[in-house]
């Protein structure tokens, strides 16, 4: 048993400053005497832990330069170590699914998931799977099967990077089509000027030679007529094991609407009001980038998190491309009173919880699992995690010297 003493604590409803007391994995009482192991918690945060759904910060351990791989479990375990630094207890590691050869293949991403399995009694926090399958990736519906049915249950993101860069020369990314659109209009696949510009970090990651690059993406596009029917039967596996599902990247209310009606009733990073509305319309959760809020807004031209945030527009932040995103973002939109503090906090514990049905965390309420932050937080001053607790086992301490 271990009592939290005198912190502020980031209750549902209200700040207080008070007792949390947690054994055997749960919080077990609130605003109680001491019992037990005592951590004097006097002038810090006690916080809800962070939940990341979506983060691919791993990728820099995995390929930290390009063409340079590292083994798969030094990279999975410094990766683990970094997201209890920054206050994640729990994570999904997006790990994409792709036709591409390299880092983002079929065979690299389960290699990923089953050094995370194997390695998971020596992980500090939860890490769990976030499935961002490309869904022209027909390579990966033997692997998608195997990952639904491990033990921490993973999400499933539909992604269609391919159509995206497949656009027409004069269409704007966030004004394409849904992806299936009849009229969705398609690039000249003979010119090569601008094949070699909207593929060019494409063929790099994959380690292919540009000609051979551009011959399997001209190949994998010929499956287009087969998506639509493969995908609705990979949601609906999803659907029948209780797997939560997002649609990435949206910029039409027919998009949107086309993954609520298979289930996702999540959308991740929507690029313009209309899908944003439309899952306001229908109950979905919407989730932005941590960086996008860090950094003032959208760093391709798509809508700026923190107007979203201002707008009540905005349910869930996840890191993204950077695990340190999460906290930093807190505080910007906090500074900018953007919204209230505990409305922010939410954005990073229970709206993810809620995203991706936790029903277990997100929340300091007794019953709850004990994942908890503790946070050093001065007036004025950047926050930093001086302590994260997974399940109510210590995961990382940071002791500052002054």
């Known amino acids: 048993m271990i009592t939290f003493e005198g912190a502020q604590v980031y209750l549902p409803g ?5 007792n949390v007391t947690m054994d055997q994995g749960q919080i077990v009482d609130i605003g109680g005497p001491a019992q037990g192991d005592v951590i004097d918690a006097r002038g810090l945060i006690l916080a809800p832990a962070l939940i990341d759904v979506h983060g691919d910060a791993f990728e820099r351990q995995v390929m930290p330069r390009p063409g340079v791989f590292f083994p798969m479990e030094t990279a999975v375990l410094e990766t683990d ?27 690299r991403g389960r290699e990923m998931m089953q050094a995370i399995s194997d390695l998971a009694p020596r992980l500090t926090v939860e890490n769990r799977i976030q499935l961002r399958w490309e869904t022209f990736a027909f390579e990966a519906l033997e692997t998608l099967d195997w990952a639904m049915d491990a033990p921490l249950k993973p999400s499933l993101a539909f992604n269609d990077h391919l159509s995206m860069a497949m656009r027409s020369d004069g269409t704007v990314m966030q004004q394409r089509l849904f992806e299936h659109n009849p009229d969705f209009e398609v690039m000249d696949l003979n010119d090569a000027a601008l094949f070699e510009t909207r593929y060019r970090k494409h063929t790099e990651r994959s380690g292919l030679n540009y000609d051979d690059h551009k011959q399997l993406v001209h190949k994998v596009w010929d499956r287009r007529a087969e998506v639509v029917a493969t995908l609705q039967t990979v949601a609906a596996k999803a659907r029948a094991r209780g797997v939560p599902m997002l649609s990435h990247d949206d910029t039409q209310v027919e998009t949107r609407r086309f993954y609520h009606n298979l289930g996702a009733t999540t959308s991740e990073f929507p690029m313009t009001m209309g899908p944003v509305e439309e899952a306001r319309d229908k109950g979905d959760l919407i989730v932005f980038g941590s960086p996008n809020a860090v950094r003032g807004g959208s760093h391709i031209g798509s809508l700026g998190a923190p107007d979203m945030v201002e707008a009540g527009l905005c349910d869930v932040l996840a890191s993204d491309y950077y695990y340190p995103a999460m906290l930093a973002a807190v505080d910007r939109l906090d500074r900018e009173k ?25 929340d300091i309420a007794v019953g709850k699992r004990a994942d908890l932050v503790l946070v ?27």
């Open 14 to 18: 209200e700040i207080a400053e008070t």
């Open 81 to 107: 170590r970094q997201l209890a630094a920054n206050g994640i207890a729990t994570t999904y590691h997006s790990i994409t699914l792709s036709y591409e050869p390299g880092l983002r293949s079929v065979q």
């Open 376 to 402: 050093d937080w001065p007036e004025g001053q950047t926050p930093a995690i001086q302590g994260t607790w997974v399940a109510g086992r210590c995961a990382y301490r940071a002791m500052p010297a002054g």
């Open 338 to 362: 953007r919204a209230d503090r505990q409305a922010l906090w939410a954005l990073v514990s229970s709206g993810p919880a809620r995203a991706m049905q936790l029903e277990d965390r997100g």
